[in-house]
């Protein structure tokens, strides 16, 4: 279990997150939706330990981000160093010992290439299997589909859903909400720094409704397509 009470972040004098509460349960899967600026990857930092905080973090594994494969973005890599080399040092980060690399590898990545030569696609499949390899208890993904080819997307969706079965938590955010209804257990919506909304899967469709309407509002008419 994750419990996040109370959870406050500033930048200077701008409040981006203003009282975040959130209980996450092993063998689950929660989505997080909110427009750009909404405070989504500063939440995902503060519960990776990259962002001091107010307000408390607590899990069942302590400290937490020994036990936690945090995916972001736009993962790192360092200039000189292989996919292979890569996914070697995030092994040795949490002593996990790995005979044959290259049978790990199932997006058929370059690993022989230096990382930075990857394309997007490319990098976050790399970062995604590195993290796999670690043996994590909880996984944050944030935008694990964008720049990602549709065959891989059916991978990482198919690995989510097999995270769920050893009963890790899962915590991803995603623009494409269609990925997010056929993976998550919940969804929650997060405004201004608060989260405002949170849905079951029998809700996800009304929710997906009401951003649509709440996005869109009349915009499109005033372009007076034709």
Known sequence: MIKIQDLHKKYGAKEVLKGINLTLQKGKIYGIVGENGAGKTTLFRCIAGLEKHQGSIKSDFMPLKNHLGFFPTNP???????GHEYLQLLCNARNIKVKDLDSKNIFDLPLQQYAITYSTGMKKKLALTALLLQHNDYFILDEPFNGVDIQSNIIITEIIQQLKTLNKIVLISSHIFSTLKTT???????????????????????????????????????????
Do not use: W
Request: proline share 2%.
């Open 76 to 82: 790192y890599f360092f200039p000189k160093i292989t």
């Open 184 to 226: 998550c257990d919940e969804i929650h919506l997060l405004q201004n720094g608060l989260f405002t909304k949170s849905v079951q899967q029998a809700d996800f469709e009304k929710l997906e409704r009401e951003m649509i309407d709440v996005t869109i509002g009349n915009s499109i008419a005033q372009l007076e397509l034709r």
